[in-house]
């Protein structure tokens, strides 16, 4: 299964009033494992930024003056996500915008559903956690994972910390290393032949509470595809030849 893990910065809030995309960042899973894949663009808007916009992302009219505009790079982007997964957290307001991106860079390029599947991990946070603060630095701080090092809210170093925060809000898997400071990362990462033999594998059982939002997950997913791969319970499984 392969998964994109994806968030945009843009110049304010609105898309219906002329904001653009500024940054686009992109983190590839496959079987919730990274790839070490990942696309990530800076893009020169036609507009300025909204009052307190430009605080949050740390970017400038100034320097995005010579980065390239999304009909540059839209062939590039949608080849990137094109059938996979999209793992977006608040997923309305990125899709909204990317919509209106592909808008402008031509009609043929229709919307971001017909090149992939949205999966809006807000969504199930609110789920689990109904009433709490749900935003990505909440569950950040939920699921104990490492945003220290984030001054700025920057597409690819927040796709990295979402592709964290998923994989402990949908299974409890641990820390992929994407919140680990550069240097560290790379330690984390790499592991000699003699390291990876004293690695356990433990096997978790499925509570209750995780079969019902696996089987939600698949109903979402079929209701948007039409159909599902995967059977939404054990005895809708087709039987197996003797």
Known sequence: MRQIVLDTETTGLSWEKGNRVVEIGCVELVERRPTGRTFQRYLKPDCAFEPGAQEVTGLSLEFLADKPIMQDVVDEFLDFIRGA??????????????DAELSRCGAHYGRLSEHAVVFDTLSLAR??????????????????????????HGALLDAQLLADVYLALTSGQGDLGFSLPQDDRRGAVARTPADVALVVARVRCASAEDEALHRARLERIAKVAGHSLWPLAAADAPALPA
Do not use: M
Request: charged fraction near 30%.
């Open 85 to 98: 997964e999209l793992i977006i957290h608040n997923a309305a307001f990125d899709v909204g915008f990317l």
């Open 127 to 152: 789920e689990r956690f109904p009433g709490q603060r749900n935003s990505l630095d909440a569950l950040c701080k939920r699921f104990d994972v490492d945003n220290s090092h984030r001054d700025f």
